[in-house]
């Protein structure tokens, strides 16, 4: 089949490999190189990267309605689009192909439509999660379903690790997605409208950690945030990044947010709304991510305050 190809982050570009090994992409279209680092250096999309390596022309259109835009994915001849982890397409672009457009979603739709699923399954401790392949319509991540897969999440497992085993199993699905409707066997299953949790993009502030809830919530949001935008604590050197965490006691009485435990061998352990949770790693404002055996040596962290 002939394909275009939507996409930018690194969870997309395992699926453009994987189709282009099979079929024909004839084009991958992702956003504009950004400026990133703190050098602010301009830097292509991981998509872009991918794409250019394979051979297949790249287009950035800065919009999706544009006209000479639309009149490029016309002249591709494609049969089908392919999107994972793009921008909303309006029907202009959608509906070109004759196969149709359809999307890797990184959730077990309708559960988590929206921007961030891999995060929010992990902030509210599911065990389970799953990619959905499905075509596109008017609305955000309800068209039709065409196949699924279940995929475990580990207790300890961040978002991030978890995305770098699910874009891995989106891409076989992707393939699947693909052969079947090529032989004309795709299944078409509506979505029910209503139903499953909301999956919004991620703010900074999503990250802040309040230290009044419950020991096994706080670990799950450091998870779901990690690694980015990042969970933080109020600290009185500024902003104190903590990347990894355990549970240390899921039922004990304290302080929310006292030092109960400052160790220069074992390192930092707080107390929570209930239970205590113990700091692996953490991020003082300028500085590296280090251990908080470390962090306590480093900056004489007592017990009996607050963090």
């Not at 301009?42 to 639309?70: M, N, Q, R, Y």
């Not at 990184?106 to 992990?122: E, F, H, K, T």
């Not at 300028?286 to 480093?298: E, I, L, Q, T, Y």
Request: glycine content about 10%.
């Amino acid at each position: 089949m002939r394909i275009v190809f939507m996409g930018t982050s690194d969870f997309a570009a395992p699926s453009l490999k994987v189709l282009a090994r099979c079929h024909d992409v004839v084009l991958a279209v992702t956003r504009c190189d950004s400026c990133r680092g703190r050098g602010l250096h301009s830097a292509p999309t991981p998509l872009k990267t991918a794409a250019l390596e394979l051979g297949i022309p790249v287009l950035e259109p800065l919009k999706l309605d544009e006209p000479g835009f639309i009149s490029n994915l016309l002249e591709t001849g494609a049969d089908l689009f392919f999107v994972v982890a793009f921008r909303i397409l309006p029907r202009a672009v959608f509906s070109i192909p004759p196969q149709g457009t359809v999307n890797l979603h990184s959730s077990l739709l309708p559960d988590y439509r929206g921007a961030a699923p891999i995060n929010r399954a992990v902030i509210n401790g599911d065990t389970e999660t799953g990619v959905t392949t499905f075509y596109i319509d008017d609305k955000v991540d309800t068209g039709d379903i065409i196949l699924t897969e279940r995929i475990p999440i580990g207790p300890e497992e961040t978002a991030g690790e978890l995305a770098a085993r699910m874009c891995k199993t989106g891409a076989e699905l992707a393939l699947r997605t693909v052969e079947l409707i090529a032989e004309g066997k795709a299944p078409r299953i509506p979505q029910p409208m209503r139903g499953g949790r909301p999956a919004p993009k991620l703010s900074r502030q999503d990250g802040l950690i309040d230290w009044s809830n419950d020991a096994r919530s706080i670990h799950n949001q450091v998870r779901g945030m990690n690694p980015c935008p990042g969970a933080y604590t109020l600290w009185s050197g500024g902003n104190l990044k903590i990347h990894r965490t355990r549970l240390a006691d899921e039922n004990s009485p304290g302080t929310p947010g006292l030092v109960a435990e400052a160790s220069p061998r074992e390192g930092l352990v707080v107390s929570c709304g209930r239970g205590k949770l113990r700091l692996l790693e953490v991020q003082p404002p300028g500085k590296k991510v280090m251990d908080s055996a470390a962090f306590v040596r480093g900056y004489r962290i007592e017990t009996d305050k607050l963090i």
